[in-house]
């Protein structure tokens, strides 16, 4: 037996084996009646928080250019729609309709189901098709992309750096945020909410 699946009881020193405790409930000794350890509820509390900042994030993300570039007095701001629509009308659809998909739709349906499935069962109700909702996450989760933009940004910005003056704009460090507020979504163990949905629906 691992070690840290004992525990040891502060007040009178009797030895415990960890069981696996609902979200807001707390172990006691069997001997003395003294607190062991708890589970808190934080865990569905901060998923929940971390969307809401996700969707504000999101939304500055698209609404403000990336950077701007000028060069020999000429000024040029791209945004992430500019981008998908430049790539459009260069007859390289496929690389628009790839960024579209894992920069913008993906992310924001990610978002909103994540929103769909947390507002409900922080109020100790089940949405209507969770385990639907679950499911799509899941497989959802890999086609997000929008580090690997990120990245595909940054190396344009150094590369295109030496022929044109780039100032990082807003919308830049918002897709930053935007990429850490989703892996750390991403962090969180989905079986918690499973559980959270079982005992809503007791
Ligand atoms: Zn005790």
Redesign the pocket.
């Known amino acids: 037996m691992p070690a840290q699946a004992l525990i040891v009881?502060e007040?009178?020193d009797?030895v415990h084996r960890r069981v696996e405790l609902a979200p807001g409930a707390a172990a006691r000794?069997h001997?003395?009646g003294?607190p062991l350890y708890h589970r808190s509820r934080l865990e569905l509390n901060a998923m929940l928080a971390l969307t809401i900042a996700g969707i504000i994030v999101f939304a500055v993300a698209n609404a403000y250019p990336l950077v701007t570039l000028s060069s020999q007095g000429i000024r040029n701001e791209a945004a992430l729609w500019q981008m998908v629509a430049s790539a459009w009308n260069s007859h390289i659809a496929l690389v628009a309709a790839i960024a579209a998909l894992t920069v913008f739709f993906f992310p924001l349906l990610q978002l909103a189901l994540y929103a769909y499935i947390l507002l409900p069962l922080s109020l100790h109700r089940v949405p209507r098709g969770f385990a639907a909702a679950m499911h799509l996450l899941r497989q959802l989760r890999p086609w997000s992309m929008v580090e690997v933009f990120l990245i595909g940004v940054l190396v344009t910005i150094i590369k295109i750096g030496s022929l044109a003056d780039v100032v990082l704009q807003p919308g830049i460090w918002s897709f930053g945020v935007l990429t850490a507020l989703l892996t750390a979504l991403a962090g969180f163990d989905t079986r918690e909410l499973w559980q959270a949905a079982d005992e809503a629906q007791r």
């Open positions: 009881c007040h009178c009797t000794c001997t003395c003294g």
